[in-house]
């Protein structure tokens, strides 16, 4: 981005932004609730862990790497040619076509006979959703303004804390009354149905049009090639993917294990899951985008920094919650220090995707969102669920009964890593906005 570019930017960041119209709020909505469809399916190895584990008989290490490495595989890298083609097509008709795929996979996984079946089934939820996240923050910002974005963004990231919940609600209850395998096949049917409502209630808007640089976008289509070297040329937006990514590695090796570690370890039921850590993941996930999103766009009008100090200071105030929640010796005493860990645990996203769609060119959003994605994914995702399930197979040696509980205690130095890594990001933030005004004179 130009010097021009970013003192414009700058400028914007000062004014007062426009109120957004209910088209773009019917928008929102109809994006966050395919997100959610979107996170439920991603959700449901986690939450249905045990009967799943039970059924295939696999490893924790197995599962670990079914909702980590191999999913992200998938869902990282196909996310880059998809994230092009949105930048250059019809984000919407992207967007539709990916629930529909990632919707059948699901279905899919509900008849798998073996191991290698479900795996392959989820591999193909990967796939599909690969396409979800990334348009959904393009169409985004062509509904909203910059100085509203990080609150509709906090919103649209509502959907993980919506669908996780919802999963554990319904895939749980489901599975209780029936088998882990019907969860699949019946919220996967409902993700085919929504994804037809998509292109009506959430139309392609005009890129650029609230940045007045519509007619620059259409007429200037960016080249794959230069999008991906803009990004990884630009030293903050490359550390605010790898920052996420550390943040992330805690989250996710944190979630998908969570329900797991509870029913294992702690000794709650399945009927016990489908109520009260449904409630934990509502309250600790959507409360942290709500909150987020909304400091973001107040503390972010007079200083850029506030992007990566929002997510650090969160993650401090984590450290503690967490060591408590592993510790607690019942699940009851366990949720209440989970819930404040999930509420600090997420401020990051709604951060880091608002500083990534304001800093690139409306025609490089979906580009450069899937590329934070791949990063992020690709080291929280991939690696971080991964880690806890071989790390549970080591303990399991020395320590059979509480095998997961040491994997987990293993994740706390991580958080000093991200908390690094997002203060090393709010220097950079801050030497950026300085070089900008020294060039501005």
Known sequence: MSSAQTTEGAARLQSAPAAPGSR?????????????????????????????QDSLHVSDGKLGLVGGLYFALFYCFISIPVGWIADRSNRSIVLTVACAIWSTATMCCGIAASYPQFVAAYMTVGFGEA????????IISDYF????????????NLGPA????????????????????????????????????????????RRGALDGIAGHVA??????WQSLVMFFSRPSLTLAAVASGANQFITYGLVNFAVLFLMREKGMALKQVAIWYALVVLIGVGGAMFVSGRLIDRFTRSSKQAYALVPAASLVFAI??????????????ALLFL???????????SSMV??????VRPDQRVMSGALLLLVMNFIGLGLGPTYVGAASDFFHATHPGHSLQMALYTLAPFYVVAILLFLVLARMLFNERRAAEVRSQ
């Not at 396409?131 to 393009?138: C, L, R």
């Not at 882990?180 to 009506?200: D, E, K, M, N, Q």
């Open 219 to 224: 007429s200037n289509k960016t080249r794959f």
């Open 131 to 138: 396409g979800g996240v990334p348009p959904s923050y393009s």
């Open 320 to 333: 503690p919650f967490y060591l408590l929640f592993v510790w607690a010796p019942s699940w009851h005493l």
């Open 339 to 349: 819930v404040c860990t999930m509420f600090l645990n997420y401020f990051y996203l």
């Open 354 to 359: 608002t500083l990534v769609q304001e800093e």
């Open 24 to 52: 773009a709020w019917i928008a929102l909505g109809m994006l966050c609730f395919v997100y959610v469809l979107n996170f439920l399916s991603r959700q449901l190895p986690a939450i249905l862990a045990k009967p799943i």
């Open 145 to 156: 303004p910059t100085g509203r974005r990080g609150t509709a963004l906090g919103l649209f």
């Open 162 to 205: 919506i669908g996780a919940t919802l999963g554990i609600a319904f895939g749980a209850a489901i599975a209780a009354a029936f088998s882990w395998r019907y969860a699949f096949l019946i919220l996967g049917g409902a993700g085919l149905f929504v994804s037809l409502g998509v292109p009506l209630l959430a139309p392609e808007p």
